[in-house]
């Protein structure tokens, strides 16, 4: 991780953004403390769509039927 002060950012700023499209992270700093991260841009996770398996995935009517008393011992550990 880079670390530049806000001077030199403001003067490579197209170089430092190049780097960040690169994949690196740049710290921007006033004097030795830092202040700011430059990171690439990550674009929002994209939504479940509801019954986006429709007609894919079938559930029969067993599934709702009590599980043997065996298997709940197995959950219930």
Same mark, same amino acid.
């Given at each position: 991780?880079?670390?530049?002060?806000?001077?030199? *950012? /403001?003067? =490579?700023?197209? &170089?430092?953004? !190049?780097?960040?499209?690169?994949?690196?992270?740049?710290?921007?700093?006033?004097?030795?403390?830092?202040? *700011? /991260?430059? =990171?690439?841009? &990550?674009?929002? !996770?994209?939504?479940?769509?509801?019954?986006?398996?429709?007609?894919?995935?079938?559930?029969?009517?067993?599934?709702?039927?009590?599980?043997?008393?065996?298997?709940?011992?197995?959950?219930?550990?």
């Amino acid at each position: 991780m880079k670390t530049v002060t806000i001077h030199t *950012a /403001k003067t =490579t700023l197209s &170089q430092l953004l !190049a780097l960040v499209e690169a994949g690196e992270e740049i710290v921007l700093a006033r004097g030795k403390k830092p202040i *700011a /991260k430059l =990171t690439p841009f &990550q674009p929002p !996770a994209t939504k479940r769509r509801f019954g986006a398996l429709s007609g894919i995935i079938s559930v029969g009517p067993e599934f709702f039927d009590p599980l043997p008393e065996q298997q709940l011992a197995a959950w219930e550990q």
